[in-house]
């Protein structure tokens, strides 16, 4: 069994947690002794929520929903690479930033992230001139 120290995703803390890999699974956390942000210490979630990464329902590709080749409402979910999918995204919101301001764009971010994770993504809308930016803490 190998075991990874990395950073728990669960809130913007940065406590630190060790991952016990078997067979390519996850197989245990336990938090990281003697870590300057949580000394040994793992919420509940950060012990026992890291079993979602192996669940057959999480989504590891990209999807665009397409109809004929091209996107449309009506259409159905396709594979795509993760460059269409990014060129996708930049394109829909560059045309409504062109089309009617920046005040018609937003983004909602995660308290999983890291705070550098989140200042990157407040920026993305930042200069963009959008100051409509929030994310699930406060939920």
């Known amino acids: 069994m ?19 890999v078997e067979n390519n699974k996850i197989v245990k956390a336990e938090p990281t002794e ?10 509940l ?16 590709k990209p999807l665009i929903r397409k109809k004929e080749g091209v996107f449309s409402k009506d259409g159905k979910l ?3 690479s993760w460059d269409e999918a990014l060129d996708f995204a930049a394109s829909r919101m560059k045309r409504v930033v062109a089309e ?3 005040n018609h764009i937003m983004g909602f971010s995660s308290a999983r992230c890291l705070n550098e994770d989140n200042y990157i993504f407040q920026k ?5 001139g959008s100051n409509n930016v929030d994310h699930c803490a406060r939920l």
């Open 2 to 20: 190998e075991k990874f120290q990395t950073v728990c995703p669960y809130c913007g803390t940065g406590c630190n947690i060790d991952l016990f």
């Open 34 to 43: 003697k870590h300057p942000i949580n000394d040994g210490e793992l919420c």
């Open 45 to 60: 979630k950060g012990m026992y929520g890291w079993e979602y990464v192996h669940s057959p329902r999480r989504l590891t």
């Open 78 to 80: 396709e594979e795509v």
């Open 100 to 102: 009617h301001s920046p």
């Open 124 to 128: 993305l809308f930042r200069v963009q």
